[in-house]
């Protein structure tokens, strides 16, 4: 329940103190009764074997020539972009939040997992924890609404005319997303979040973060690129389409479970007035920027990582993603005493739907 405030944003303190204790309440309650820890357990560390073993187990069968044929080798591609998304949602999402284990070292070892899939664990960190998590669907401070200009993917932006149509083409760009992180997006965020004076927060600084971003780059184009075009007997062009088609299927799935999740009509995009203060306090804001969907179909809740329940990923990003399906309840009851929304959509097909229906509403509006 924790939020970082920059001075400009200050959100309202009126019903935040009793909702937070109540709920914290029955929630601490719920483990204490259970017998269980906050953090993972051996679920989370089959999850990781398996998520990790869908990346590599191909990559390492091509390497090591078991796989030769050239057909084959490509429809490994997007299973590798299966475990691609499935690492980030499953296994590196919950370690940068806090939420794998007890203890930090092995949290920030397996936070680094989205180095190795060409991502910046500091980045993502400051992007998602830091300013997605307090300014949820606020233009302006949520990076997750910033995107490029034809795409809008707030009531508060810039529209085109071209925005019209962004409900179709949107889904393309969507599978560049893992690509951009992995090209030249962590490269421009360093130096943003550098410039507005957000290291301090992590109490680091632009000198040791960079270092460590270039190498980590190094590592994985050594990994990815170098080690295919050294061991495996096929040309750039065919490597090159491999690893467009393995990040364009990570992309697309990381958008079908993050998009649906706040960009929905139900969910609202508030604005600070004047002197910056928000109408809510941080728990309401979250409760009204956030959706859950799809929370009874047990594949989508095992492979996202439980973002599926985002609702109580916002309320309790340190809490583990496996104990989401029954901390739902407990969080659905507690806001209707608090007179506080609960959103959800029962289908994961209903969740894109509405977020599509949203993206053509986005691309009709004017601000």
């Not at 940068?96 to 920030?108: D, I, L, M, P, Q």
């Not at 065919?238 to 993050?258: D, K, N, R, S, Y």
Request: aromatic share 14%; glycine share 6%.
């Amino acid at each position: 329940f924790m939020s970082i405030q920059q001075p400009n944003i200050r959100f309202s303190r009126k019903l935040d103190a009793d909702f937070n204790k109540t709920l914290r309440q029955r929630v601490n309650a719920y483990f204490a009764d259970e017998k269980l820890g906050k953090k993972g357990n051996y679920k989370m560390y089959l999850k990781t074997a398996i998520m990790l073993s869908l990346y590599l187990v191909p990559f390492a069968l091509m390497l090591t020539g078991v796989i030769t044929n050239k057909w084959i080798m490509l429809g490994m591609a997007p299973l590798m972009g299966i475990g691609v998304a499935g690492i980030g949602l499953s296994v590196m999402h919950d370690a940068n939040h806090g939420a794998y284990s007890n203890k930090n070292w092995v949290n920030r070892i397996i936070g680094y997992t989205l180095n190795l899939l060409g991502g910046n664990a500091f980045n993502w960190k400051m992007q998602h924890n830091t300013l997605h998590h307090t300014y949820t669907n606020i233009d302006g401070m949520d990076e997750d609404l910033e995107t490029i200009p034809l795409l809008r993917f707030s009531p508060h932006a810039k529209r085109i005319n071209l925005h019209r149509f962004q409900y179709i083409y949107a889904w393309f760009f969507y599978g560049l997303m893992t690509l951009s992180w992995a090209l030249f997006k962590d490269f421009r965020q360093i130096y943003t979040y550098h410039k507005k004076g957000l290291f301090k927060l992590y109490n680091t600084s632009l000198k040791k973060e960079l270092p460590f971003l270039i190498a980590s780059k190094v590592f994985y184009y050594g990994f990815i690129l170098a080690l295919p075009m050294i061991f495996m007997e096929i040309t750039f062009l065919q490597w090159l389409t491999g690893f467009l088609v393995m990040h364009f299927v990570a992309g697309i799935i990381l958008a079908m479970i993050f998009q649906p999740a706040h960009i929905v009509a139900d969910n609202i995009f508030p604005k600070p007035d004047e002197t910056g203060n928000m109408e809510d306090n941080f728990l309401a804001h979250q409760m009204k920027t956030t959706i859950n969907f799809g929370n009874n179909n047990k594949l989508l809740n095992w492979y996202a990582g439980g973002l599926n329940f985002q609702i109580e990923h916002h309320l309790f990003p340190n809490v583990c993603h496996i104990h989401y399906k029954q901390l739902a309840p407990i969080v659905k009851e507690t806001a209707r005493e608090f007179n506080l929304p609960y959103h959800e959509i029962p289908t994961f097909r209903g969740a894109i739907a509405a977020h599509s229906n949203m993206l053509k509403k986005l691309g009709n509006e004017i601000a």
